[in-house]
């Protein structure tokens, strides 16, 4: 028979989120046989690697390749927005400069409101969660999933599970998650198919305008991608207003 060891694990931070209620901030411990990589049991415990940027094994700092040592005493940490925090290896050194993101099938108004803000962000009703895992591996995306079980796929190195249910809110969540304040260029992106907009001579389009539209207004976008036009107006005023929290951009 196979001698039983044990470890201790404990999660810091957003990563208790993962947790069931009564494991969360404390030690847990967890019996294991032979010397599983470290990867196994964070998961066991719910907690996806992609969230985790940081674990510390008797105080050293380790990679995921780690193998559990009976006895062994684990912290493991979230991924830090202020990298100054842990001078230690990070499992994810290279954070990404420019993030692009592949958004899972839930994730439609979060996608568009992704876009509204000019994050490259993909995002289609029909991807199936291999979809998802393929085009993010082929194009190094973050995975933004409600589905926390995406994120066990080993082949994803980067995602995050959106806590919150309304839109609003996650894209808060997503903003703070990722530091992307910075980063917000809006009205660059095409809100239907996440191409890129470019400016438009009003006289090229004005066949495809409502009369109102071509009375009314005179500075058109249209995207490379589908062609849908958009136009600087009330429609666009209102989004401004609307996002003057995360603007703050120049009128
Ligand atoms: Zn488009």
């Not at 304040?181 to 809100?191: N, T, V, W």
Request: proline residues 5%; charged residues 25%; positive net charge.
């Amino acid at each position: 028979m196979q001698r039983e060891y044990t470890a201790e694990f404990r999660f810091y931070a957003q990563l208790n989120d993962f947790l069931a209620p009564k494991q969360r901030k404390r030690t847990i411990p967890y019996r294991f046989n032979g010397h599983p990589g470290i990867k196994d049991p964070i998961e066991v415990f719910g907690v996806p690697h992609t969230e985790v940027d940081l674990i510390i094994v008797n105080g050293q700092s380790v990679g995921f390749e780690y193998q559990l040592q009976a006895g062994d005493r684990i912290a493991v940490y979230p991924v830090f927005k202020n990298p100054d925090i842990n001078p230690l290896c990070k499992l994810r050194e290279k954070r990404l400069l420019c993030p692009r993101f592949i958004l899972d099938v839930n994730l439609g108004k979060l996608a568009k409101r992704m876009r509204l803000l000019g994050f490259d962000s993909l995002y289609r009703n029909d991807y199936s969660d291999t979809d998802v895992v393929n085009i993010a591996l082929s194009e190094q995306r973050i995975v933004l999933t409600r589905d926390r079980r995406l994120l066990y796929s080993k082949h994803i190195n980067y995602g995050y599970w959106v806590r919150a249910v309304n839109v609003e809110n996650q894209t808060d969540e997503v903003l703070h998650h990722f530091d992307l304040y910075d980063l917000i260029h809006p009205f660059i992106r095409c809100l239907i198919c996440n191409g890129m907009l470019i400016p438009v001579v009003k006289t090229d389009i004005k066949d495809r305008l409502e009369p109102k539209t071509r009375l009314y207004y005179e500075v058109f976008h249209q995207c490379a991608d589908c062609q849908q036009i958009y136009w600087e107006g009330s429609h666009m005023e209102n989004i401004r207003q609307r996002f003057a929290i995360y603007l703050a951009m120049p009128k």
